[in-house]
């Protein structure tokens, strides 16, 4: 009997692994022979060139540009998206009149479009747009060609429009977690003596942590991979100041057509994003105490 159960569950798997197959699996392995190739689209013949594109990519001044500006990108949105939309959760997981159109409202945005999004900011930040005349209507300096046209602005001003994309659907993950807190834990605390602040401190946050973990992971890849805004507004400019990783990847390989190199450049991303994403396992599943 034990056989045809078997049997029946890797029949029923077959679609998902056919489709892990051809769709991750190979490509990832395919993706890796080419970092060791000169391919191109365009050229007659592939050569065998092994770790060449690896080292010319430690020697390429945009890539590593890309490297620190993706850099910027996650430490600048990551802990500031987390703390925001922990903030947010707190605010409506209480009992008030109406907090389900709050819920909905902090959401909305993060099922929106991010072309959408990233269209409607473009014109907010642009000289003459609302953005724009609001920052000089507080006394404020912004750049004369617009927030996205000078280099010290236009990666923050892509920061901020991220951050406030992301906020609200990691506010609905926070809003789970705090929700299947037991009620008895804050009784115990307040019996106890203990604040508002300690409650949070040694309740809350402790009993978040799964939730913390996530969210901190999840968002750091996503921030890794940024690209739909980068291509939609600044196209990596002005002066590469908004080149990222994930967006050199795709001017190396579809639009130089230099695919070897490209895979080279994805694959190093990828080691960053797994060895990152290890030491946050690491850290916040043993490291951090509240």
Same mark, same amino acid.
């Given at each position: 009997?034990?056989?045809?159960?078997?049997?029946? *569950?890797?029949?029923?798997?077959?679609? &998902?692994?056919?489709?892990?197959?051809?769709? &991750?699996?190979?490509?990832?392995?395919?993706?890796?022979?080419?970092?060791?190739?000169?391919?191109?689209?365009?050229?007659?013949?592939?050569?065998?060139?092994?770790?060449?594109?690896?080292?010319? +990519?430690?020697?390429?001044?945009?890539?590593?540009?890309?490297?620190?500006?993706?850099?910027?990108?996650?430490?600048?949105?990551?802990?500031?998206?987390?703390?925001?939309?922990? *903030?947010?959760?707190?605010?409506?997981?209480? /009992? !008030?009149?109406? /907090?389900?159109?709050?819920?909905?409202?902090? !959401?909305?945005?993060?099922?929106?479009?991010?072309?959408?999004?990233?269209?409607?900011? =473009?014109?907010?930040?642009? /000289?003459?747009?609302? +953005?724009?005349? +609001?920052?000089?209507?507080?006394?404020?300096?912004?750049?004369?060609? *617009?927030?996205?046209? =000078?280099?010290?602005?236009?990666?923050?001003?892509?920061?901020?429009?991220?951050? &406030?994309?992301?906020?609200?659907?990691?506010?609905?993950?926070?809003?789970?977690?705090?929700?299947?807190?037991?009620?008895?834990?804050?009784?115990?605390?307040?019996?106890?003596?203990?604040?508002? &602040?300690?409650?949070?401190?040694?309740?809350?946050?402790?009993?978040?942590?799964?939730?913390?973990?996530?969210?901190?992971?999840?968002?750091?890849?996503?921030?890794?991979?940024?690209?739909?805004?980068? !291509?939609?507004?600044?196209?990596?400019?002005?002066?590469?100041?908004?080149?990222?990783?994930?967006? !050199?990847?795709?001017?190396?390989?579809?639009?130089?057509?230099?695919?070897?190199?490209?895979?080279?450049?994805?694959?190093?991303?990828?080691?960053?994003?797994? +060895?990152?994403?290890?030491?946050?396992?690491?850290?916040?599943?043993?490291?951090?105490?509240?």
């Amino acid at each position: 009997m034990k056989r045809p159960i078997a049997f029946s *569950g890797w029949l029923l798997l077959l679609p &998902w692994i056919a489709i892990f197959l051809v769709f &991750w699996f190979f490509p990832l392995i395919y993706s890796f022979i080419l970092s060791l190739t000169n391919y191109r689209l365009l050229a007659a013949d592939t050569q065998w060139v092994g770790w060449a594109n690896y080292a010319r +990519l430690l020697a390429d001044p945009d890539f590593l540009i890309s490297l620190a500006n993706t850099a910027i990108f996650v430490v600048g949105t990551v802990p500031v998206t987390t703390v925001i939309s922990l *903030g947010l959760a707190l605010l409506v997981n209480g /009992r !008030f009149p109406g /907090r389900a159109i709050f819920r909905a409202a902090y !959401f909305l945005p993060s099922i929106t479009a991010m072309v959408v999004i990233a269209l409607i900011f =473009s014109n907010l930040y642009a /000289r003459d747009g609302y +953005l724009y005349l +609001l920052a000089r209507l507080i006394g404020l300096n912004p750049p004369a060609e *617009g927030f996205l046209l =000078s280099e010290k602005t236009a990666l923050l001003s892509i920061m901020a429009m991220d951050v &406030w994309t992301a906020a609200g659907y990691y506010m609905l993950v926070f809003l789970g977690g705090l929700q299947t807190i037991p009620d008895e834990l804050y009784d115990a605390a307040r019996i106890a003596g203990a604040s508002r &602040w300690q409650q949070f401190w040694h309740v809350t946050l402790p009993m978040l942590r799964p939730v913390m973990l996530f969210v901190i992971v999840i968002n750091s890849i996503k921030s890794f991979q940024v690209f739909v805004e980068i !291509f939609v507004m600044t196209k990596g400019g002005p002066l590469n100041a908004t080149l990222t990783g994930v967006y !050199f990847v795709y001017e190396t390989g579809l639009r130089r057509f230099d695919f070897g190199y490209a895979s080279a450049a994805a694959y190093v991303i990828f080691l960053i994003i797994a +060895l990152i994403s290890i030491v946050q396992f690491k850290f916040l599943k043993t490291g951090w105490t509240a």
